[in-house]
């Protein structure tokens, strides 16, 4: 059964992942972790609004590059792109992450974290169990580019009942390869191969691409 709770500072719902063993990467290695509540879909851009709005001298998601124009924010409302408040919010780097996490009183999840939200405990390689197009916005959607937060719940779901953790956007974690911190979990323009539980990439921490999202955690 899923436990959840709505996070006061954002109005954000939250569900547990409970302590215990899980499988972990590709060769399936047990490890172990305390309980922790994540939240159930990535930060959307009406979401991130409430923090800008807290912020107000806070840089915007925006770029100057062409293939950002759907996803940058009005320089002068401060307002997200018409038609996607409930949208995962793009254009945002770790640095953006880790200020949106900081004044909700939660966290950037680690690796190790996101991956047990997202695959439950067995080892399975996608949220839901095998592989099976429409649910969730990887590449074989053919939607090319973001979609609505739950869109694909609760087909898409995880076993705690996280949804959209593969496909629609990367997400940032704060675990780190040298200079570069880990994102997790694919995007709409990944293909199903790379939208595994265990699919990973990085980046410079201020690299902000449409394809970057993020959800936060909260200890046990």
């Not at 990367?170 to 939208?195: I, K, P, Q, Y």
Request: proline letters at 8%; one cysteine or more; a negative charge.
């Amino acid at each position: 059964m899923t436990t959840t709770l709505i996070w006061p500072k954002t109005g954000k719902e939250l569900v547990q992942v409970p302590a215990g063993p899980f499988r972990y990467g590709e060769g399936l290695e047990v490890r172990e972790l305390p309980t922790f509540w994540i939240a159930r879909t990535p930060i959307t851009n009406a979401e991130y609004k409430r923090f800008l709005d807290a912020n107000a001298t806070y840089p915007l998601p925006y770029s100057k590059e062409s293939w950002a124009q759907p996803y940058n924010w009005d320089p002068e409302t401060r307002m997200f792109p018409l038609g996607k408040a409930e949208h995962p919010v793009g254009l945002v780097d770790w640095y953006d992450a880790l200020a949106y996490v900081e004044w909700a009183g939660g966290r950037v999840p680690t690796e190790e974290e996101w991956e047990k939200a997202a695959r439950g405990d067995d080892g399975r390689r996608f949220p839901w169990g095998k592989w099976d197009v429409g649910r969730c916005n990887s590449l074989e959607a053919g939607v090319l580019a973001t979609t609505p937060v739950e869109m694909y719940s609760p087909t898409g779901d995880s076993p705690y009942g996280c949804a959209d953790m593969v496909g629609n956007v990367w997400e940032w974690t704060t675990s780190r390869n040298g200079d570069e911190w880990f994102v997790r979990g694919g995007s709409f323009l990944s293909e199903h191969l790379f939208v595994r539980v265990t699919s990973r990439d990085w980046d410079l921490p201020n690299s902000g691409i449409r394809l970057y999202g993020f959800r936060f955690v909260v200890s046990g």
